[in-house]
């Protein structure tokens, strides 16, 4: 059984900054492409920033120059360096991991954002 379990959320006051974790277990297989999304309240899940395998990054324009993700390929980690962090940042941050052609989420954990 793939799980995917994030850490690293909370209340941070706007211009701070967050690193947000996932470490992803149970798989026979490796993993493919990681992503982080955010679901606010009211709106969408939306795509914050991508990595495949190689180290190929992919991010939000939103996020674009405030947001790393990284990933270590041999703990099966993905993290989310959060910096300059905006009111409207403020959402559940879910990690996600596409093994063996399925996709895979964590749980999410809350960032809060104050101004």
């Known amino acids: 059984q793939v799980q995917l379990v994030e850490s690293g959320g909370g209340l941070v006051q706007a211009g701070g900054s967050l690193r947000l974790s996932c470490a992803a277990s149970?798989?026979?297989?490796?993993?493919?492409?990681m992503a982080w999304y955010r679901q606010a309240p009211g709106k969408q899940r939306e795509l914050v920033a991508t990595?495949?395998?190689?180290?190929?990054?992919n991010y939000a324009d939103s996020v674009k120059g405030r947001f790393t993700i990284s990933r270590d390929n041999a703990k099966n980690t993905v993290d989310l360096q959060i910096n300059s962090l905006k009111p409207e940042d403020t959402a559940v941050y879910y990690c996600?991991?596409?093994?063996?052609?399925?996709?895979?989420w964590g749980q999410g954990t809350q960032v809060t954002v104050s101004s």
């Open positions: 996600n991991a596409f093994i063996d052609a399925r996709s895979y």
């Open positions: 990595i495949t395998k190689g180290g190929s990054t």
């Open positions: 149970g798989s026979r297989f490796s993993i493919n492409a």
